[in-house]
């Protein structure tokens, strides 16, 4: 699913990375314990996720995750930004829950990890 689609149907707004709305990410994974994300085995992943710090972009260089939806309104500092272009992130902002943004993009087609 292509950015600019989860971008739609979740009602987002890119703060990183807008410039690649045509990236196509094959499955997403929804959570707020970053030792989970850690154990994601899956290439061009959507994380999804409330947990809204430097640790998260952290996280998921590590897990070489290269998109990040952060939900129920949290809002990315700059600090996460400078981290997020530094490693050529994909970040972006709902105002919709984890449910909600991750059961639109379900119903439409997108893959979990697990």
Do not use: W
Request: hydrophobic share 40%; with cysteine; glycine share 6%.
């Amino acid at each position: 699913m292509k950015i600019r689609q989860i971008k739609a149907l979740t009602d987002a707004t890119v703060v990183c990375g807008g410039d690649r709305e045509d990236y196509e990410v094959q499955c997403a994974f929804a959570s707020d314990l970053m030792s989970d994300v850690l154990t994601t085995d899956c290439s061009d992943v959507l994380l999804v996720t409330g947990l809204c710090n430097t640790q998260t972009i952290r996280t998921a260089e590590m897990a070489d995750i290269p998109c990040i939806l952060f939900v129920r309104g949290k809002k990315i500092t700059s600090d996460m930004l400078q981290l997020a272009a530094e490693n050529d992130m994909i970040l972006m902002e709902t105002d919709h829950s984890m449910y909600h943004a991750v059961g639109e993009l379900y119903s439409r087609g997108l893959l979990p990890v697990y």
